[in-house]
C-alpha cells in the first residue's frame, strides 16, 4: 500500500542553522501539508500547498519556513535559522484531490527534530 | 479565539466496555469533522470522516455523530480491546479550505 514517506527520521542540529526535511508524498496526491507537534502537545498545522504554491500557512508559519516541491516527487520544509522553539516532530501528509476536508489526510511518519 | 478541546487527557476503560471521546468547538464553523488514530512517535492514521449535514456515521466498531448546536462531536469505540489503546485525536475543517485544526486527543486506554 502507497505512503508518505520522510527523511530524515532524526535530524539534529544547531541553533541557527537551516534545516530541510524532506517528505515524498503518495504518487497521485495533489495536496501536501507540514504539521508539527511539540512533544506532548497537540498536532499544529503549519502550511498546505498545491499546485506549485501555497494555499495556505498558520500563523507558525512565518518567514523562516519555507516549502517546495523541487521534482515531481519530493515536498521540502525549509527553515532557515533554527530556534530552541523549533524542536519538535514535523509530520508531513497528502491527499488525492477533493476540496477542504472532504477526504483523509495521510502521514508520514515524522522527522523528530531536536535544537541544541 | 477558536479552541477544539477535547474532553479528557486520559480515558481508562476495561475491556469489552464502550469508549466514548468527546470533541467541542467554539468560535469555529466546520464543514467536516475528522477522526484520527496517533500511537506513540507515529503520525496520524484517519479512521472517520463525518459532513456537518450528517448526525452520525459508522465504521465496523467505530462510530461518530456530530451535532453542529452543541459545538460537539462523540466518538464511539464499542467491545473495545487492548489494541485499541492509543491516543485519539478530533480535527476540523472548514468549507474549501485547506488548514486541518486538530484538538489536543485523548488518550485512551483499554486494560485486559
Known amino acids: 500500500e502507497p505512503e508518505v514517506t520522510q527523511t530524515p527520521s532524526h535530524q539534529v542540529t544547531q541553533m541557527g542553522q537551516e534545516v530541510i526535511l524532506r517528505c515524498v508524498p503518495i504518487?497521485?496526491?495533489?495536496?501536501f501539508y507540514w504539521y508539527r507537534q511539540i512533544l506532548g502537545q497537540k498536532v499544529e498545522f503549519l502550511v498546505s500547498?498545491?499546485?506549485?504554491?501555497?494555499?495556505?500557512k498558520s500563523e507558525i508559519f512565518d518567514d523562516q519556513f519555507s516549502v517546495e516541491r523541487p521534482d515531481g516527487s519530493n515536498f521540502t520544509l525549509k527553515i532557515r535559522s533554527t530556534k530552541l522553539e523549533d524542536s519538535a516532530m514535523y509530520f508531513c501528509?497528502?491527499?488525492?484531490?477533493?476540496?477542504?476536508?472532504?477526504?483523509?489526510?495521510?502521514f508520514g511518519p515524522g522527522t523528530r527534530l531536536t535544537v541544541l | 479565539s477558536q479552541k477544539i478541546e477535547q474532553n479528557s487527557e486520559a480515558l481508562n476503560i476495561q475491556e469489552g466496555k464502550t469508549a466514548t471521546l468527546t470533541c467541542n468547538y467554539t468560535?469555529?464553523?466546520?464543514?467536516?469533522l475528522q477522526w484520527y488514530r496517533q500511537d506513540p512517535g507515529r503520525g496520524p492514521v484517519f479512521l472517520l470522516l463525518?459532513?456537518?449535514?450528517?448526525k452520525e456515521k459508522r465504521k465496523e466498531r467505530l462510530k461518530v455523530t456530530f451535532d453542529t448546536t452543541l459545538k460537539q462531536s462523540l466518538f464511539h469505540i464499542t467491545a473495545s480491546q487492548p489494541a485499541d489503546s492509543a491516543t485519539y485525536l478530533c480535527?476540523?475543517?472548514?468549507?474549501?479550505?485547506?488548514?486541518?485544526?486538530f484538538g489536543a486527543g485523548t488518550r485512551l486506554t483499554v486494560k485486559p
Open positions: 501528509a497528502s491527499r488525492r484531490l477533493l476540496a477542504g476536508g472532504r477526504e483523509e489526510q495521510f
Open positions: 504518487s497521485n496526491h495533489l495536496y
Open positions: 500547498f498545491y499546485n506549485n504554491e501555497i494555499s495556505e
Open positions: 468560535n469555529y464553523s466546520p464543514a467536516y
Open positions: 463525518i459532513r456537518e449535514n450528517e
Open positions: 480535527a476540523l475543517v472548514r468549507y474549501n479550505n485547506n488548514d486541518m485544526r
